[in-house]
């Protein structure tokens, strides 16, 4: 067993009150942190670190927890680049839409999709994410999807079914149809992959009836339950995702306060995207409203080819705080604890003894040097269990 110390940590956050300030932050100053076997060991001042094998030091940087990404559609082929210009020049452009990313991801290879979505996790990676949540949802058949979904299990256990991503061409004229295929056959086959089930419950997608049919089936075939709803509407999404206590909503910027209400009640996340709204230049939700509500907030990256190509979790730091009214250290929980919370996961998302050491070293001496400053190269290293220093 060899122990590692990180030191000349200037601010180490742990996200645990019990430690240092005794904030939710559990911020400590000129400290020190001992990893054994993958696992935070030991936290405390610099001064009364002990003997490890080896030692990291930190040269007075600080360390985080290392992001939770719990929404992305990371495996898929091709590229939209074409239809987000023209959407961006005002022009109306139907390039196919998802439809188009479902006909190149069918078309891929096995070695393609793996090798583009190993190239995004690594992206994600180095922009500090140790944590991935990977949806399917470009396929829409059974075999496909169950594909899709081993593609994805390559890198993350986290991964999600998501049959209900859009109804594909040849059942548009039977949309009942393929609700009962995404229920039936379509789950069956992505179960043996599949830890998650989701639904884009919203307008001009899967109505609160549909999706409440496809999660229950999931449910009872033993995934865990998430949901994308009220991106575009106030569409009764986020209100299911409270009454089947899903473990997290996704997008929700378009809320009421009841649902605000409800979402507090049954313990279900609200995850932001504030990079989707970027992309698609929508209002940013205030986030506000859900942490005075006492809602638990989550960030992520939501990234996919159509509505946010963004494999940057500083960005979505940054856009959190300046767009969406979220204090710097509010954001930085977000995207740490929260994702976790989002994943029902306590193992990741802080640096409390007993946590996995998924750790950045931030290039400079403050945590909110990463949402304050948009830098090229904002981490020093990232340290993850399984592969050590990454850079
Ligand atoms: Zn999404």
């Known amino acids: 067993m060899t122990s590692t ?41 610099a001064s009364a670190a002990p003997d490890c094998d080896e030692i990291s030091d930190c040269h007075a940087n600080a360390v985080v927890p290392g992001f939770v990404d719990s929404h992305t559609h990371l495996v898929f082929a091709g590229s939209r680049a074409d239809e987000f210009a023209a959407r961006m020049a005002g022009e109306r452009y139907d390039g196919g839409g998802i439809a188009r990313t ?19 996790w690594w992206q994600l990676r180095t922009s500090g994410v140790t944590t991935v949540e990977v949806k399917s949802g470009y396929d829409l058949t059974a075999a496909g999807e169950a594909r899709l979904l081993r593609v994805a299990s390559d890198f993350t256990t986290e991964t999600t079914f998501l049959g209900a991503h859009s109804v594909p061409r040849e059942f548009a004229h039977d949309r009942d149809a393929y609700v ?34 496809i999660l229950t089936a999931a449910r009872a075939a033993g995934l865990g339950l998430r949901l994308h709803g009220n991106q575009l509407a106030d569409s009764g999404g986020v209100a299911l995702a409270a009454e089947m206590r899903a473990a997290s909503v996704d997008h929700c910027t378009h809320v009421a306060d009841h649902d605000l209400e409800a979402l507090a009640a049954s313990g279900t996340v609200a995850t932001l995207l504030p990079t989707a709204e970027l992309f698609t230049r929508s209002p940013f939700p205030d986030a506000r409203r859900f942490l005075d509500a006492g809602v638990t907030v989550a960030l992520a990256t939501d990234c996919n080819p159509g509505t946010s190509y963004v494999t940057n979790a500083p960005l979505v730091l940054q856009l959190a705080v300046t767009m969406m009214n979220f204090t710097v250290d509010e954001a930085l929980w977000a995207f740490t604890a929260g994702g976790a919370a989002a994943l029902r996961r306590s193992d990741i998302g802080g640096l409390a003894v007993g946590q996995r050491a998924h750790l950045l070293v931030v290039n400079g001496s403050r945590s909110a040097d990463l949402a304050y400053r948009a830098s090229a190269r904002p981490l020093a290293r990232v340290f993850h269990e399984t592969s050590g220093i990454d850079r």
């Open 102 to 120: 479902v006909a190149d991801t069918r078309a891929a290879s096995d070695e393609e999709l793996h090798e583009t979505s190993q190239q995004r």
């Open 5 to 45: 110390l990180f030191t000349n940590i200037s601010e180490l956050v742990t996200n645990s009150p019990e430690i240092g300030d005794e904030s939710v932050m559990g911020r400590l100053y000129d400290a020190a942190l001992v990893v054994e076997d993958g696992v935070v060991a030991w936290v405390g001042p």
């Open 180 to 213: 009962a295929y995404v229920a039936g056959e379509m789950l069956s086959a992505s179960l043996p992959y599949a830890h998650w089930a989701d639904v884009f419950c919203d307008r001009g997608a899967f109505s609160v009836d549909e999706a409440r049919h």
